[in-house]
C-alpha cells in the first residue's frame, strides 16, 4: 500500500485518540454542574442513536438482514464506554486512562485462551510488563495489589471488555463503518439507562431544566467532538493493519495522562510515572510484535 494512502486514516486514528484522551474534562465538567456521566451518557451518545436505530430499521425494511455480529459488538462497545466514563468521576483520571490501557494484556490472554492463538515470547513480555503496571498503579508498594474502589474496577474491566470487543471487530471487518459507530452508540445508550437506576454514582438524580441549561455548552462538546472521533477511529481502522492502529491510539495515553497531570489537579509522582512506563511499554512490545508477525506473514505469501 502506498505511503500516501495510509496518512489519511493515520492522522484520523491519531486524531481519535487524541480527542479520547481528554474525554475526561466534559465528563468532569458535567459532573460538577450536576449532570453525573450516565445521565450525560444518556442525553449525548442517545440522541446519536436515535440516527443509528433509523438507519438499522432501514436497512432491515430493505435487506432483511438483521446483523447479529454488530448488535453483539453493541453490547461490549457499550458497556466499555460507560464503565469509561462512569470510573472518570469514581476514581483518578490517570488511573483510569492506565487502566483501560491494559487491553494488550487482556487481548493476549483472550487470543489464547479463546481463539488457541499461539502466543510470542515478545507478547508473554507485554502481560509481565502491563501487569507489573497495573501492580505499581494499584500500590504494590504498599503491600498485595487490590482494586481499592469501584472505579478503578470499572476503568478495569471497560478494558478487558473493549479487548474482546476489538477482537470481535478485527474478525468480522465486513461491517460498515456506520454500522460500527452505530452499534457503539446504541450499546453505549443501552448501559447508561442502565447505569441511571444502579446505585453507583453519588448525586444522580435527574437532572432539572435549569441543570441542564447551565450544561447545556458541555453537552453540545461532548456530541461534536465524540461522534467524529469515533467515526474517524472506526474508518481509520478499517483501512490500516490492527498493529499501526495500536500505535497510533496511544495518543489517548499521551493527551489522557498529560491533560490530567496538567488540568486535574490529581496526585502525579513516581507511582504513576513508573505505571505509565511499564504500560506503555505493554502496548509498543504487542503492537511491534504484532507488525512484525503480520508483516513475516505478507512476505511468505
Known sequence: MHSNSTLGPSIAIAMSGAIWGVYWIPIRKLNDIGVTASWASLITIGL????????????????????????ITVLLTGMCIIFYAVSLVLTEVIKTVLLFYLTPVWSTILDRVVFKEQISPYRIVAVISGISGLAVILGVAEGIPKISNLGDLLALLSGIFWAFAMIRVRNNNKAAVWEQVGAFYIGGTIFAAVF??????????????????????????FIAAYLPSMYLM????????????????????????TSAALLSGEPFGLKEMIGIILILSAAIIDVSDRYSTSKSANLLE
Do not use: C, D, Y
Not at 51 to 71: N, S
Open 48 to 71: 446519536t442513536a436515535i440516527f443509528f436505530v433509523f438507519l438499522f430499521t432501514r436497512q432491515f425494511i430493505k435487506t432483511g438482514r438483521i446483523p447479529w455480529h454488530v448488535l
Open 196 to 221: 441511571i437506576f444502579l446505585p453507583v454514582e453519588p448525586n444522580a438524580a435527574t437532572p432539572s431544566l435549569p441543570t441542564l441549561h447551565e450544561a447545556l455548552f458541555w453537552l453540545i462538546i
Open 234 to 257: 472506526f474508518w481509520g481502522a478499517q483501512r490500516l493493519p490492527p498493529a499501526r492502529v495500536g500505535i497510533l491510539m496511544m495518543t489517548e495515553i499521551v493527551f489522557g495522562v
